[in-house]
């Protein structure tokens, strides 16, 4: 699925996702998630793979705080240089970001994994919150860190490869001797994880239980040379896409321009917020950014991105206006989309679509090769050509427990709400769905 192999992804991108995601079906892992699918199908030289691999003995230290875990940062920039598939949701940059944003008075429980060398192998970047389930039900909950504000993708162990089975071992055992926690969350791992796949047959194997669904993602492969790109896309999408980009051009004074200048970045994260907020309180929606906490997260991570030449931000103006704003951030060959915003105003004008074919366009000649759209499917980013992948959410609980129970719950009403969604008609699903949320709001039992 993700980012990963920083090789050519013509084959490479896509072949790690399939073994990755091929792994995980051999253990008959079932879909309950978005796709709403089976995972089927098994790749035996994989497993076989798996089996022969050789368990190290590390040691497990846990950091309760961010300015210990900060005190081993060179240790963890050197561990993600040694893992070719982190991506930049595990980098010190973005978790720091985020934790000074959403989560300073939480608990971090951070398992760092050190090898015979007291060299650091395994990183698994967590904290502890409480899940208030039905009738005054509390559980204890891990989760990663970057994990429950709905900014964060792609989360995920860091391990150094030849030590995936050994971190995920000792992982297993500090949960069996640690009491802090009940039910443990991991979401939005991708599914070519090595570490998500020792997690899920550790839960096999220890009989816990366990709730694995997938979600969506569309990732673009992208290739050497523009034309190579646009040759990719249909006759009638680069026709739109040439069109659109000239008659603009006809029409106004065009200005497209990337942010790499601090002084500059305030003004220029107003205008994103400013922009995409316009564009969904236009549809009688909030929108993201009437958060705080949001806004503060983007301004810090914004800058530590910008420090190490990671931020892509651009905006594109029309008369020396700026009407479009694109915030993402590449790291090693891939350009993260995570967020933009549009004068709606100004919509017939294509002016999003512009903005990106531009940003597209300036990236393939220097390196880029995936343009990952992250979690979602949404029909605007088909036009672009991306592949299918996915992301993991795993959450387990020990058997036999009142978090184990909880999952059971969970997972029976997900099933109940897929056998309805299949076998009712569309504006009856629709009601029982609103009728189920108004009880909800006044039944503590459901």
């Not at 991108?13 to 995972?39: K, P």
């Not at 443990?184 to 709730?211: F, H, M, Y």
């Not at 569309?218 to 290739?223: D, F, H, I, Q, S």
């Not at 990337?258 to 305030?266: T, V």
Request: hydrophobic share 40%; net charge positive.
């Amino acid at each position: 699925m993700r980012q990963r192999n920083p090789s050519p992804p013509s084959r490479t991108s896509a072949d790690s996702f399939a073994v990755g995601y091929e792994l995980l079906s051999s253990f008959a892992i079932q879909d309950t998630g978005e796709s709403s699918q089976m995972i089927t199908g098994q790749d035996a030289p994989a497993t076989a793979g798996l089996d022969r691999a050789t368990e190290t003995a590390v040691q497990v230290q846990l950091c309760d705080s961010w300015a210990k875990l900060q005190a081993h940062s060179g240790k963890w920039e050197r561990l993600l240089a040694s893992s070719p598939s982190a991506s930049i949701f595990v980098t010190p940059e973005w978790l720091g970001a985020w934790w000074a944003a959403f989560a300073p008075e939480r608990r971090l429980m951070a398992l760092l994994f050190f090898d015979s060398a007291d060299e650091l192998v395994g990183l698994a970047s967590m904290y502890q919150d409480v899940i208030e389930g039905p009738l005054g039900l509390h559980l204890n909950r891990l989760r990663l860190v970057g994990d429950g504000s709905q900014v964060s993708d792609n989360l995920d162990f860091v391990v150094r490869p030849g030590y995936e089975r050994s971190c995920i071992s000792a992982f297993f055992s500090w949960l069996e001797r640690e009491s802090a926690w009940e039910v443990c969350e991991l979401n939005t791992l991708p599914s070519d994880s090595a570490a998500a796949i020792w997690i899920v047959r550790g839960l096999r194997e220890r009989g816990w239980v366990q709730k694995i669904h997938t979600r969506p993602r569309l990732v673009v492969l992208l290739p050497p040379r523009w034309e190579d790109y646009l040759a990719r896309l249909s006759r009638n999408e680069r026709w739109r896409m040439v069109s659109h980009s000239r008659r603009l051009e006809a029409t106004y004074r065009v200005r497209v321009r990337r942010c790499s200048d601090e002084a500059a970045l305030a003004h220029d994260l107003d205008t994103l917020f400013r922009l995409h907020q316009k564009r969904w309180e236009r549809r009688d929606q909030s929108g993201s950014f009437t958060s705080q906490a949001r806004r503060k997260f983007y301004g810090g991570m914004a800058r530590r991105f910008l420090a190490r030449r990671w931020l892509e931000f651009w905006l594109l103006e029309l008369e020396g206006k700026p009407l479009a704003a694109q915030f993402g951030f590449r790291y090693r060959e891939t350009l993260y989309s995570l967020q933009e915003g549009f004068d709606p105003d100004y919509s017939k004008d294509r002016i999003g679509s512009v903005l990106r074919s531009h940003v597209l366009r300036q990236s393939i000649p220097v390196g880029v090769r995936r343009y990952d759209f992250l979690a979602g499917n949404d029909a605007y980013k088909e036009r672009w050509g991306p592949e299918r992948w996915h992301y993991l959410d795993i959450h387990f609980a020990k058997p036999a427990s009142r978090a184990g129970l909880y999952l059971d719950l969970q997972r029976s009403g997900q099933a109940a709400k897929e056998w309805l969604q299949a076998h009712l008609p569309p504006s009856l699903f629709a009601t029982v769905r609103q009728t189920y949320h108004m009880l909800k709001d006044h039944t503590p039992l459901l």
